[in-house]
């Protein structure tokens, strides 16, 4: 199995946050964690590092 690299993730992230509502500020850190959680089914674990993985990359959630 291949996977993204450190640098690639970069490069994407670049190249993509601009099409996403993530990086503008305009999405609640709730709601975001409730999609996650209930819609998408993710665990409380997962959703936790999903969230902290998107700030550290620059993600802006209203608190």
């Keep these: 199995m291949k996977y993204m690299t450190k640098k690639a993730a ?4 670049e190249r993509s946050k601009d099409w996403t509502n993530y990086f503008g500020g305009e999405i609640k850190a709730a709601d975001m964690k409730d999609m996650l959680r209930y819609r998408m089914r993710f665990g409380e674990a997962e959703t ?3 969230l902290a993985a ?3 990359a620059g993600a802006k959630f209203e608190i």
């Design 54 to 56: 998107l700030v550290l």
């Design 10 to 13: 970069r490069e994407e992230i």
């Design 48 to 50: 936790n590092v999903i």
